[in-house]
């Protein structure tokens, strides 16, 4: 995890997210994803460049 550059991890969870409708349409957990508590992963620990892309797009 630590090893994973933490700009391209931003840039996947960007896509991911901004694809989400998209993805939806053959995995539907992918529509209930929610911007406003996608960054709340206890007990798993965020990436930092995912918590990064989470912060900056934060309603």
Same mark, same amino acid.
């Given at each position: 995890?630590? $090893? &994973?550059?933490?700009?391209?991890?931003? $840039?996947?969870? +960007? &896509? =991911?997210? @901004? $694809? +989400?409708? @998209?993805?939806? %349409?053959?995995? /539907?957990? !992918?529509?209930?994803?929610?911007? @406003? &508590?996608?960054?709340? &992963?206890?007990?798993? %620990?965020? /990436?930092?460049? !995912? +918590? @990064?892309?989470?912060? $900056? =797009?934060?309603?």
């Amino acid at each position: 995890l630590e $090893s &994973t550059d933490a700009g391209l991890t931003e $840039s996947v969870t +960007r &896509t =991911v997210i @901004r $694809s +989400r409708d @998209r993805i939806g %349409t053959k995995v /539907h957990a !992918a529509q209930k994803v929610d911007l @406003r &508590t996608a960054i709340f &992963t206890n007990p798993l %620990t965020l /990436h930092e460049g !995912a +918590r @990064r892309y989470y912060v $900056s =797009v934060k309603p």
